[in-house]
């Protein structure tokens, strides 16, 4: 038996699909006497998701219930958007025929620079022609224990020489501090490190032999 090691691995064999998959920013609204608003930043902005089973035999059931319970007491899970676990250009036949210097392309870039307004990052080791269209997705570790998640904002082609591509892009939320440059940069089945949101999960026994399961899960270690 191999033990159970975190973050745990999103249980791709399990049929749990994807309701939501949105960044929340902390901030506080209130307003003024006068009409004004007044806004606070009270943290960095993490992602959310809001996920659920279809109606699972008692095996699958059995499954999903298994895999919650090692969740509990705030442990972690690499969570990714199950809309857009490839870029859109590459749904339907992954990277199929794209290469890099020559060899097959493994759906990774590296992280060349951030520019100084935090939301255009430079990746490197692509292919010449790899498209991201808006809404698509990249993550990287930035240290020990945390995993950036950013989304496409604007469409970008890979342009380069010697079989190696590179772009410019826009991302949200804003790149946060402690990206190290030669960082591996994920394009298939990007993640997030997330945990349960307590009190969310919930379970409905459908007859003797179906039942179906919902949970709410946000950003750890952002």
């Not at 109606?55 to 090692?70: H, K, N, Q, V």
Request: with cysteine.
């Amino acid at each position: 038996m191999t033990a159970i090691t975190y973050p745990r691995s999103f249980p791709t064999d399990l049929p749990i699909v994807g309701l939501s998959f949105m960044p929340e920013p902390f901030i506080e609204v209130s307003p003024t006497r006068g009409g004004d608003i007044i806004a606070a930043d009270l943290g960095p902005t993490l992602w959310r998701a809001k996920m659920e089973s279809p109606d699972l035999d008692p095996l699958r059931f059995g499954e999903a219930r298994a895999w919650y319970g090692t969740l509990l007491n705030i442990r972690e899970f690499y969570a990714y958007d199950i809309l857009r676990q490839y870029p859109v250009e590459y749904q339907d036949a992954g990277w199929t025929g794209l290469t890099v210097n020559g060899g097959a392309f493994d759906g990774t870039g590296y992280l060349e620079s951030v520019e100084s307004n935090n939301v255009e990052v430079s990746i490197l080791n692509v292919p010449i022609g790899f498209i991201l269209r808006p809404g698509d997705y990249m993550s990287w570790a930035y240290s020990s224990t945390r995993q950036a998640l950013h989304r496409v904002s604007a469409a970008v082609t890979a342009t380069g020489v010697s079989g190696s591509g590179e772009f410019l892009v826009e991302v949200h939320p804003a790149i946060r501090t402690g990206w190290a440059m030669g960082a591996t940069v994920q394009f298939y089945r990007p993640v997030c490190k997330m945990i349960i949101m307590p009190g969310s999960y919930q379970e409905n026994i459908r007859g003797p032999r179906l039942g179906q399961l919902s949970f709410e899960a946000i950003q750890s270690h952002a």
